[in-house]
């Protein structure tokens, strides 16, 4: 099937909000077998929505997807617009006022006159449920051939109502399937990645293949019309790559983490300087971390490295807070004050200030201690501050789960 996105919003043109809602459509209707035409943003005007949606359906796409436009503001004008658009009359809902109003009073407010408008429903057309908010979608039939889907921007109650009522009706009606399976990798650039698997995937495969980096790494989807082809490209792939792959779809590595530490009944504590907290939050955004994650110190002076952790400060004067001896006896004390089987560790220079010609910015060292012995690594990253601090947790992530994988 064809699709084709039109996302609607100022704050989308104006860079102050990032359109993360066309990519994530794009990924799940592709894992599908639809073939994505176009991206198209718009602001908040009747106009350029209804020029928008001209110029997407000319192309004749089996269904648009709007996301946006739907709140309770003055602004929000892609309700009464797509009503025009499509050649309905609306009616106000009074049960849903009924129970918006009640949903406010739970909160101790009293509804706003404004969110009437998230009342009004089409004549001649469906209304899409939302469990996550007060904005319902809208589903329509656009010359008894298109499907129109209009949902709300928030990016969480976008995809619950993507889940519940527009991935079902489009597997219903997609023609012909397609198999595919992500491949997660890590620690290694996708200039490298290739020159290791140019023999496979330069062979007669029947697949589509794309790779798309970040600075977690490197993903590989794999896609064709028969399920064999695409399992024989992957397990060859695997066996090449090995554990360098990290999972398989849309789980992240902390994910992978939490689930190998659980399964091999260990426990985790992190004390973290550079990356403040940021190696927490990842693991405890994890359903399930509570079982083997105990805790964490973030200890970003020397003074909370002294006081709280309890680094020798002989140590830290005798080779500064950004050291192998400094990363080490970090990744002991917080395994030792958490009594639990792993403690992992980072410090270094995050930038963009701060570097020394010995101790550049990017500059990372990470302690990983277990009872038997305590490691540390030193990494170089780049001059960016927010880069150096997401790398950094990655990696550190990723010596954990090859950790854990060969415990």
Request: glycine content about 10%.
């Amino acid at each position: 099937m064809k699709i084709s996105i039109l996302c609607i919003g100022n704050e989308l043109l104006s860079g102050k909000t990032l359109n993360t809602n066309a990519s994530w459509i794009s990924r799940k209707l592709s894992d599908i077998g639809c073939d994505i035409l176009e991206h198209l943003v718009v602001p908040d005007k009747k106009e350029t929505i209804i020029t928008g949606l001209e110029h997407l359906t000319i192309k004749n796409p089996g269904c648009v997807i709007i996301t946006g436009g739907l709140g309770p503001t003055d602004d929000d004008i892609t309700r009464p617009t797509i009503f025009e658009y499509v050649g309905t009359d609306s009616r106000f809902d009074e049960d849903y006022w009924t129970l918006l109003s009640e949903k406010f009073q739970k909160l101790g407010m009293s509804i706003p006159a404004s969110n009437r408008n998230q009342a009004l429903v089409p004549i001649n057309g469906e209304v899409i449920e939302n469990p996550g908010g007060s904005a319902r979608g809208l589903k329509f039939l656009l010359n008894g051939e298109e499907m129109l889907f209009v949902l709300p921007g928030v990016p969480s109650e976008m995809k619950d109502m993507m889940n519940a009522s527009v991935i079902p009706w489009i597997k219903e009606n997609v023609k012909t399937s397609t198999s595919t399976r992500t491949l997660r990798t890590t620690g290694i650039p996708e200039s490298a990645l290739i020159e290791e698997i140019v023999e496979p995937i330069s062979s007669n495969h029947g697949c589509n293949i794309g790779y798309y980096p970040s600075l977690y790494g490197v993903d590989i989807r794999i896609s064709s019309g028969f399920q064999d082809k695409v399992n024989e490209l992957s397990n060859k792939l695997y066996n090449i790559l090995g554990h360098k792959i990290y999972c398989e779809g849309e789980y992240d590595i902390e994910n992978v983490v939490v689930k190998n530490a659980i399964d091999k009944d260990k426990t985790i504590a992190l004390a973290e300087s550079c990356t403040g907290g940021l190696i927490g939050d990842r693991i405890t955004d994890t359903g399930g971390s509570s079982k083997v994650f105990k805790g964490s110190m973030v200890v970003y002076s020397n003074k909370a490295k002294i006081d709280l952790l309890g680094v020798n400060k002989n140590t830290l004067d005798s080779f500064g807070a950004v050291s192998e001896e400094v990363a080490k006896e970090m990744a002991n004390k917080v395994r030792k004050t958490f009594l639990t089987d792993y403690g992992l560790s980072v410090t270094g220079v995050a930038g963009p200030g701060g570097g020394t010609e010995n101790k550049p910015v990017g500059l990372v060292y990470i302690g990983l201690s277990d009872e038997n012995k305590t490691e540390v690594r030193r990494f170089n990253f780049s001059s960016d501050r927010k880069k150096n601090k997401l790398k950094t947790s990655q990696v550190a992530l990723d010596w954990l789960r090859l950790t854990l994988i060969n415990e």
